[in-house]
């Protein structure tokens, strides 16, 4: 009984004070278990998580439901159960029971991903796909025990299941993952779905006037014969002009489209801008827009980040007017790493997304509300960094920061030349032009994550520009994980990316990085390009990890501004760990509202 009235405690802590208040608080602070557990990324209290499911926002709460298996840190299918927590203010979550789990025929196998649609009348609605008894992927929806509980703790699977069966031209292991459905100008719901439909990879789109009864569309959203199945599509209006967010079912003037799918064979997330046809319900890529292989080849599309991240997925803030990005974010060390934990995987930290002026990309930016857990700051103005310069940035704990950065290049004069073939694989470049190995204009960035004056680890974050044969200039921007960790059996890829900017023009680039022990995220030129990245530093354990900005181009640049934040703590899906201690925790509850001011580590 005390951990139950414990945990009811929590939720009405941790989701009715002001973010300020509860995000800092003594019984909301995170319980580091590790150190590569992270501080204000969302991950549950223990055990194996994957796909974002069905964010939402309801009733003045926002919701997150996610690929859980409640029983280990390791993926089982057959155990895939949706998690469910819930938050005031998409930084600080309180972890509520499992919303789905595997118990009805139509789902015996598994309840993978799916979505949460709100209907017109209030109610929101659960559409997932199901394994079945027969290990075939089947859509099932779900409905809400109390519909006025703003925290949907309890759901209810009808028996009428599955809502929309195999199709016969379908694979039965092929056939999953349904978007946020949307309301046609026929008043017609749509959702669309990932398949292999007679041996070709597509997405497919079902209609339905009553949520229940659905019919296939004849022909696909779209469809790719050169790639494989598609897995978490994502259709979603974004607005011509303008960085506000749009419903789901927004359509006219001004209203453009965005489709997105997660590619299995590259475990990339792709997109493209287009039309959507919303009478024919076929979607089209901008011409200008799909690159080298055909607007038909989904990896030939742009990328959602061109790091470790993979089966995004979006929804419609109505309290802020905003469209917001989840994401996977998949370990890369060992199996047997994660059963020593005791849990594995991360969300991205949550992503505010619009359309750039050019109409051509997204541009991303970590939602607003992380600025409530700055705490320490540390600056840098004006500063002029020489070739091979190097500036540590002192004052904030390293492992828990933002850090916001422009550069100013005085001249292009040296930039390498560049094949433009080289343009196709970014990757490659930044392995064969890193970090430590010196150039014309860059590299020039961040070490975070560094281990101290010897660098034996870190993480470099930097720009380098070229010149292509043309006389144009190119922006390529890198995360270099050659040197992030001494431990064995970590992946230390090196991740690459080209920043659509105009560098001969502006001469100057900015850089965000959110730095949370295990994971790096960066925004280069504004969140046109956005890279994600898994370390796992070996000196984190007993030593501070510092942050530096270097430059190894043969050059100065300038820094015209650094702003670099500590960040607090947030409490996420926090679960006391012994009986003694929710005792203590309860019993102090009432008199505990000072606030924690100390560093995780």
């Known amino acids: 009984m005390a951990a139950l009235r414990l945990a009811v405690s929590n939720v009405i802590l941790c989701l009715l004070l002001p973010s300020s208040s509860s995000s800092s608080s003594p019984i909301c ?18 055990n194996w998580q994957n796909d974002p499911n069905g964010p939402v926002y309801y009733n003045g709460m926002y919701h997150l439901f996610y690929q859980y298996n409640p029983h280990g840190a390791l993926w089982d299918v057959g155990n895939l159960s949706w998690g469910h927590s819930v938050s005031g203010d998409l930084v600080n979550w309180a972890a509520l ?50 519909p006025r509980d703003p925290l949907l703790r309890e759901w209810t699977k009808p028996s009428y299941n599955p809502v929309v069966p195999l199709p016969a031209d379908v694979s039965a292991d092929n056939f999953r993952d349904p978007t946020t459905a949307w309301l046609g100008r026929d008043g017609l ?21 009553d949520f229940l009864r659905w019919e296939r569309n004849a022909a696909p959203l779209h469809a790719s014969r050169d790639a494989v199945m598609a897995e978490c599509p994502d259709l979603f209006p974004v607005a011509a002009r303008g960085a506000e967010g749009l419903d789901t079912s927004a359509r006219g003037p001004g209203v453009r489209h965005v489709l997105k799918v997660s590619m299995p064979d590259t475990l990339q997330d792709y997109y493209t801008v287009g039309r959507y046809d919303d009478e024919a319900d076929t979607f089209t890529p901008d011409e200008d827009v799909a690159r080298g292989g055909g607007d038909d080849d989904y990896r030939s599309w742009r990328r959602i980040d061109h790091g470790h991240l993979y089966a995004s997925k979006t929804f419609f803030d109505a309290r802020k007017n905003r469209r917001v990005l989840w994401a996977w974010v998949n370990e890369s060390d060992s199996e047997a790493d994660d059963v020593a934990r005791g849990w594995s995987g991360l969300q991205s930290f949550p992503r505010a997304l619009w359309l750039d002026p050019a109409g051509r990309q997204l541009l991303q930016w970590p939602v607003e509300e992380i600025e409530t857990l700055r705490r320490g700051r540390a600056a840098l103005l004006g500063a002029e960094v020489e070739s091979g310069g190097l500036r540590e940035i002192g004052g904030i704990a390293g492992s828990q920061a933002d850090v916001d950065v422009v550069f100013e290049i005085p001249s292009l004069e040296r930039a390498e030349g560049l094949d433009g073939n080289r343009l196709l694989d970014a990757d490659a470049l930044c392995g064969e032009k890193g970090a430590s190995v010196q150039g014309g204009v860059g590299p020039f960035g961040l070490l975070v994550m560094a281990s101290g004056d010897d660098l034996r680890e870190h993480t470099a974050v ?23 960790s001494t431990k064995a059996g970590v992946y230390r890829p090196t991740h690459g990316g080209f920043v659509d900017v105009d560098i001969e023009k502006d001469r100057s680039i900015s850089l965000r990085t959110l730095i949370d022990h295990s994971i790096v995220e960066s925004f280069g030129g504004g969140g046109r390009t956005c890279m994600t990245a898994r370390v796992y530093p070996e000196h984190a354990a007993t030593s501070s990890s510092h942050l530096y900005v270097f430059n190894n181009g043969s050059d100065a640049v300038r820094v015209p501004k650094l702003e670099a934040w500590e960040l607090a703590p947030a409490s996420v899906n926090v679960v006391p760990e012994q009986e003694e201690e929710e005792e203590e925790e309860e019993d102090g509850l009432a008199a505990s509202s000072n606030m924690c001011t100390s560093s995780v580590y």
């Not at 779905?193 to 339905?208: C, D, E, K, N, P």
């Not at 200039?473 to 992030?484: A, F, G, K, N, Q």
């Open 29 to 46: 602070a995170a319980r580091m278990q590790d150190h590569v557990r992270t501080a204000y990324h969302f991950q549950p209290a223990k």
């Open 97 to 146: 029971g499992n919303a789905l789990d595997p118990t009805a025929p139509f789902d015996a196998n598994g309840c993978a991903s799916g979505s949460v649609t709100i209907l017109p009348d209030g109610q929101p609605v659960i559409l997932y796909s199901g394994i079945d008894a027969e290990r075939r992927q089947v859509q099932n929806i779900a409905l809400p025990k109390n």
């Open 189 to 209: 719901w749509r959702f669309a779905i990932s398949a292999v439909a007679t041996g070709v990879g597509t997405t497919l789109v079902y209609r339905s006037a």
């Open 462 to 484: 930097f720009f380098r520009v070229f010149r292509l044969l043309h006389g144009e200039y190119t922006v390529l921007m890198c995360t270099d994980l050659t040197r992030s």
